[in-house]
């Protein structure tokens, strides 16, 4: 049974930076891709940045050239820099691991979420 766990809730000033990171417990096969999202009270959940097996990287347009998502492999952990926070960051943000089954499909594990509020 794969979990994931969240850490770095924060509550930062504008302008502030604050490191998510997302441990998975448990035996992955294959990985896919890991990736972070957000939601917004009210609004729906939204790609922040992903990362995929082999390093490559992508990233929404709000937040390109502040956040960098990174990996630790051996670790089995992502992390999600954020840097030059602004308010309409504030959000719960959640963590994802896609892996393939042995026996076929795919898996979609998800994080607790954390929250994550920046003031102005």
């Known amino acids: 049974q794969v979990q994931l766990v969240e850490s770095g809730v924060g509550l930062v000033q504008t302008g502030g930076s604050l490191r998510l990171s997302c441990a998975a417990s448990?035996?992955?096969?294959?990985?896919?891709?890991m990736g972070w999202y957000r939601q917004a009270s009210g609004n729906q959940r939204e790609l922040v940045a992903t990362i995929t097996s082999d390093g490559s990287t992508n990233y929404a347009d709000s937040v390109k050239g502040r956040f960098t998502i990174s990996r630790d492999n051996a670790k089995n952990t992502m992390y999600l820099q954020m840097n030059s926070l602004k308010p309409e960051d504030t959000a719960t943000y959640y963590c994802?691991?896609?892996?393939?089954?042995?026996?076929?499909?795919?898996?979609?594990?998800w994080g607790q979420g954390t929250q994550v509020t920046v003031s102005s």
């Open positions: 994802n691991f896609k892996s393939f089954r042995p026996l076929g499909g795919r898996n979609d594990y």
């Open positions: 448990g035996s992955i096969f294959r990985l896919i891709a």
